[in-house]
């Protein structure tokens, strides 16, 4: 009994709060060294489809400059009707987002904490998939460039809206108006 309250005591102990920020400890992961300021916790970074004004066109410029300069240099490959791409996919919504967040998991993979193995996992889990969606025969691109010789461009339309938002709209342009008549 008094070896279990012992170790009860013990595991208390370790998931207790830690310790404070002036304790000898933190150069064994316990928050702050003694004597130094805590570090502020990097940013949380935003889906660029959520960015808005010059906040949205620093992180394209900043996006386009690592797939420009890297990612299609090196992992590009061939432009064909099987993999076709695009000299305007800053205009490609979808393909922005699945390029942002292509970039984002390589900026996490490539730093030192992922160890030695953070690059492979990057290539293995995100690269691959990203580019065989985004190029595929039927994907976001498939009405773009399949010919390096002849460049193309055309967004593709996307579905209409659910019948749901369309009945909302009706319903709301008809509050707006003399009952039984629609606005317009």
Not at 101 to 125: C, I, M, N, P, T
Not at 132 to 149: K, N, Q, V
Not at 176 to 183: K, L, R, S, Y
Request: charged share 20%; proline share 10%; glycine share 8%.
């Amino acid at each position: 009994m008094d070896r279990s309250a012992e170790q009860a005591r013990q595991i208390d102990s370790l998931s207790s709060a830690p310790a404070p920020e002036n304790s000898p400890f933190g150069a064994f992961g316990m928050p702050g060294f003694a004597g130094l300021p805590p570090q502020a916790a990097p940013p949380e970074p935003r889906p660029i489809l959520e960015l808005e004004g010059e906040e949205y066109e620093d992180e394209l410029d900043a996006l386009s400059d690592w797939v420009d300069d890297f990612l299609v240099r090196v992992y590009g490959a061939e432009v064909t009707t099987a993999a076709p791409w695009c000299e305007q996919w800053q205009e490609h919504a979808d393909v922005v987002a699945w390029l942002h967040a292509l970039w984002l998991a390589y900026q996490q993979h490539k730093d030192a904490e992922a160890g030695l193995s953070g690059l492979f996992v990057w290539h293995r889990d995100f690269l691959t998939h990203a580019m065989a969606t985004i190029r595929a025969a039927g994907g976001p691109l498939s009405a773009c460039m399949t010919d390096p010789d002849r460049p193309a461009h055309r967004l593709l339309p996307g579905p209409p809206p659910s019948n749901r938002t369309v009945t909302s709209v009706k319903e709301n342009s008809e509050e707006d108006g003399e009952p039984g008549q629609a606005v317009g």
